[in-house]
């Protein structure tokens, strides 16, 4: 079952039990989490979103904003629900739990922080540069930046050359996303802090890093965690996208999370 309203989001639901929104990272779709819906659907009421300007969301009118996705979310989504979110997903995911308490039961991190970029009281964030290389990046070279930043995404998994062919596979399976809609994600990545909204946050919330992530720094998650007073899980093989491959261990984790007493 999905929605498919025109030119707003899509959203695939499958699964019965309580409603979790799973929001996907930067250049991909909901399609990333394929994988792990088997596993989730025997537990939850599953909604998988596309972010604006991606995967079904290609044409979206939706700006790729915060409060734009969270407007229509609320809106298309009704009853008490979890998020869940990787990456990029994970600041969409911050900031609807952050302002929306009294809808949101729960939150799980996959391989996401607060804050992406390396500041002088955030030291185990990327150096800036990096976002904004890639954004010149895109405009040049497409297809050869997009390869570059999967690699990197697939770096430190133990089965790397899977993992690459599936965020390859995935990315690029209902048209390529848009350069300027791809530099907007890049955008939120380098400029978005969240870190304020931890202190504060007051529904439970679930952290699942990757030991051997390139791109998130687990001592960044930990760090968030403590913040957050919430729970903390170390993958000793994950990378970046540990639920490509370890699909039922982040099912079990979430499982657990929920069902805590």
Request: glycine share 8%; charged share 15%; net charge neutral.
């Amino acid at each position: 079952m999905h929605y498919n309203i025109a030119m707003t989001l899509h959203i695939e639901i499958s699964g019965q039990g309580p409603h979790l929104i799973l929001l996907h990272g930067w250049a991909m779709h909901s399609g990333i989490f394929a994988p792990l819906l088997p596993s989730l659907e025997q537990h939850f009421r599953v909604h998988c979103v596309d972010l604006p300007g991606h995967g079904k969301s290609l044409h979206s009118h939706l700006a790729l904003t915060y409060d734009a996705v969270w407007n229509e979310l609320n809106q298309r989504i009704q009853a008490p629900y979890y998020i869940m979110g990787w990456s990029l997903g994970g600041l969409f995911a911050l900031h609807g739990a952050s302002n929306f308490p009294e809808r949101c039961l729960g939150l799980i991190m996959q391989n996401a922080s607060p804050c992406f970029v390396h500041r002088d009281d955030w030291r185990d964030g990327m150096p800036a540069t990096i976002f904004s290389q890639f954004a010149d990046d895109l405009q040049h070279q497409y297809t050869q930046t997009l390869h570059r930043f999967f690699m990197l995404e697939a770096q430190g998994s133990e089965h790397l050359r899977a993992d690459l062919r599936l965020l390859q596979k995935t990315a690029f399976s209902y048209g390529e996303p848009d350069t300027r809609i791809l530099c907007e994600g890049l955008y939120l990545l380098e400029k978005t802090d969240l870190r304020a909204a931890l202190a504060k946050l007051s529904i439970p919330n679930l952290w699942i890093a990757g030991r051997r992530d390139r791109l998130i720094n687990p001592d960044a998650m930990h760090s968030a965690s403590q913040l957050s007073n919430g729970q903390f899980h170390l993958l000793s093989h994950g990378g970046h996208a540990p639920f490509l491959t370890e699909p039922k261990t982040i099912t079990q984790h979430i499982v657990n999370f929920i069902r805590r007493p």
